[in-house]
């Protein structure tokens, strides 16, 4: 879960990370009293959770009350990649003398959690990423949750080169870790990570994504989701315990597994085909699940032909065939319905639906072949 | 042979009195596995389906002789599940439970560093060595005994590959399933390294999807060291990128984990890839002979 950077600042302040004076705003009178507060010149600064803000304008410098109104009318009417702007993030702008990237994240392949750190540029880091990797400096957790003493020297000296910003360094990265460790983060970044004229240190950008799989021991943190970012159809098949992902085709897929349901998309393409959508309904499905699944399929529509597709494993066939029977009493259905049940209680399943006059298919193949002829006609 | 697991290994079952636990306790039993035991902290002295339930790992392992857990926990539970079964020396263990946060797998990685245990999963549908054990969720009648190994990063479509290969009359050794996780005990190379040491492994089916870059490694591996046929399946080339389908690793984050490049990796490792998993059998038939 992907966060704004005005909320992932809070969660640095509360950190006790150098966060840059200011607030955010949602009018311009708000912005007016932060800036006030803060003194000008401020930065207003776009809150949408996709990347590219600047480029796309999103970040304005203004010196005066006559500037801010001008700008933050400007930004209230800016759509950055399909995302009308709605909150400004309002700071005091910073000086600022040179630039840094820290950053705190999961490396799956080590099963660690790795701190990097350049002091080779901020913004442009995957530009630094590409042409001079060696300015990219990682300091390994090997497990533990804070920085060790004896291995701390060398990587805070590659990043700064004075005893008093190493110093610094290490309080920030210091609480970055703990913001990180508190939250169950897979991303907290500072980027750019500043100092200015004075030599002071400052965080001038706040990155957190979560891990997904954690917020279930975080109940605070759901109120921190912006719906408007959220497919509603997606977040009703998460709350129905499917996992849905919205395509462009006309191919409805109902799937158990995720490698399985991935599998379905891509051989229905290979076959002249177009899928709608990613749909697994998980393990041990209910036949509920396969009623909640065909409704949020049936919303769409382009939709005009469902393949049904399961591998019995721990999902019955039968609680399979037994929802598809109990949705048809219920929904309208009106677009064709392909059915390929194989595995645990295939024969039971392929029983009840027969009764009801529906054909199956035991191969993966010939139920594709089959929907993609009908979403052609 | 097979690899993993035969039909001596002692297992016991964490979660055993749960609905799932005890379902799989009972399918695992009737296909052959000796489950020898089940842990249940707070339920020690009853029975599932006839197996001794236990207080603690500790316990279990002591009075049984278990040399293998498999974990049917919620995902809350699943870190502790597993840290107990590390604290008592269980060599093997299998975490099926899907959902389990990141940094609790960062937890359990770190306990697993310098001890001789192997951790397969989690959000895995576990192992099977057709014929002689299950430790898993798979359903069993579709494996049959044969010369194929099979390593998967998904479940399902772990059968369907199995699936088409026992329809055409192809056993298999053992089938091992990753789980599809960013952090997960057991990788590809891992399961290439016993397949190849394995003398009745002839040929190897290796089943992966977008996001992360372990197929990569597992192509650079395959070029240095498989000298047996390795058949590919890559899902997700229909995946819009940036977006989580169901597993939580499988998520396109750049060019390289993308299914086409890791197909291209994988074909230019050797390996012969198919776009439907149904145009297995035949490779094996040929390259093979069987």
């Known amino acids: 879960m992907k966060i704004h950077e005005y909320q992932a600042t809070e969660l640095f302040r509360a950190g006790g990370l150098p966060v840059v004076q200011g607030r955010v705003a949602t009018e311009v009178y708000e912005a007016v009293m932060i800036a006030e507060e803060t003194g000008y010149p401020v930065v207003l600064k776009s809150q949408v959770l996709v990347g590219g803000r600047g480029k796309a304008g999103g970040i304005r410098l203004v010196k005066n009350k006559e500037e801010l109104e001008d700008h933050f009318a400007q930004l209230k009417k800016l759509t950055i990649k399909e995302y009308p702007v709605e909150k400004i993030l309002v700071v005091k702008a910073i000086d600022i003398k040179k630039e840094y990237y820290v950053s705190v994240t999961v490396d799956p392949a080590k099963g660690d959690v790795v701190l990097i750190a350049s002091s080779d540029g901020g913004v442009e880091i995957e530009e630094t990423a590409k042409t001079n990797p060696d300015a990219i400096k990682k300091y390994y957790l090997n497990g533990k949750k804070d920085i060790d003493e004896g291995s701390w020297k060398p990587f805070i000296q590659s990043v700064f080169d004075t005893p008093e910003l190493q110093a610094e360094g290490t309080k920030v990265f210091g609480a970055l870790l703990k913001v990180f460790f508190d939250n169950d983060c897979s991303l907290a970044e500072i980027n750019p990570l500043v100092i200015d004229g004075q030599g002071k240190i400052y965080a001038a950008d706040a990155k957190i994504n979560f891990d997904d799989n954690a917020l279930m021991r975080h109940e605070n943190l759901e109120s921190l989701r912006d719906l408007r970012y959220e497919d509603p159809d997606e977040l009703e098949a998460k709350e129905k315990n499917l996992s849905f992902v919205k395509l462009s085709g006309n191919v409805g897929c109902i799937v158990n597994g995720a490698g399985l349901a991935m599998a379905t998309m891509d051989i229905v393409k290979l076959s002249g085909g177009q899928p709608a959508n990613f749909l697994d309904v998980g393990g041990s499905s209910n036949p509920e699940k396969v009623l909640n699944a065909l409704k949020i399929i049936l919303r769409n529509k382009d939709v005009n032909a469902i393949l049904i597709n399961i591998f019995g494993g721990i999902t019955r066939c039968d609680d399979i065939a037994n929802g598809i029977i109990e949705a048809m009493g219920q929904l309208e259905l009106n677009v064709p319905l392909v059915v390929r049940l194989t595995g645990t209680n295939e024969k039971e399943a392929k029983e009840i639906l027969a009764k009801h006059d529906i054909t199956t298919f035991s191969t993966m193949r010939e139920a594709v072949d089959r929907v993609v002829a009908l979403s052609k006609k | ?290």
């Open chain 2, 1 to 290: 042979m097979s690899v993993l697991i035969d039909e001596k290994t002692k297992v016991l079952v964490q979660g055993i009195t749960g609905r799932d636990g005890s379902f799989h306790a009972k399918q695992m039993k009737e296909y052959g596995t000796q489950v020898v035991a089940g842990v249940t902290p707070g339920k020690g002295g009853q029975d599932v389906e006839g197996i001794p339930v236990f207080n603690s790992v500790a316990e279990a392992k002591d009075a049984t002789g278990a040399e293998a857990a498999i974990i049917y926990v919620p995902a809350k539970f699943a870190k502790g599940a597993m840290l107990e079964d590390i604290k008592a020396d269980i060599p093997f263990i299998i975490c099926i439970t899907e959902g389990v946060p990141v940094l609790d797998m960062v937890e359990v990685k770190t306990a697993l560093k310098g001890k001789n245990i192997r951790l397969v999963g989690p959000n895995c549908p576990g192992v099977i060595s057709p014929g002689k054990s299950k430790m898993g969720i798979m359903p069993g009648h579709i494996h049959k005994p044969g010369p194929i190994g099979v390593v998967s990063r998904s479940g399902t479509l772990t059968y369907e590959v199995v699936y088409n290969l026992t329809l055409n009359g192809i056993g298999q050794t053992t089938c091992v399933g990753l789980g599809g996780d960013p952090i997960i005990g057991t990788r590809f190379i891992d399961v290439l390294e016993m397949f190849m040491a394995d003398d009745d492994t002839k040929g190897i089916v290796m089943v992966g999807e977008i996001g992360g870059e372990d197929e990569q490694l597992a192509a650079e591996y395959i070029k240095k060291n498989v000298t047996k046929p390795v058949v590919g399946f890559i899902a997700g080339r229909t995946a819009p990128p940036g977006k989580r389908m169901g597993h939580a690793g499988a998520i396109i984050s750049g060019g390289d984990s993308t299914a086409e490049a890791k197909r291209e990796i994988l074909k230019d490792a050797g390996v012969a890839v198919v776009d439907v998993p149904d145009e297995i059998p035949a490779i094996f038939k040929e390259k093979l002979k069987l």
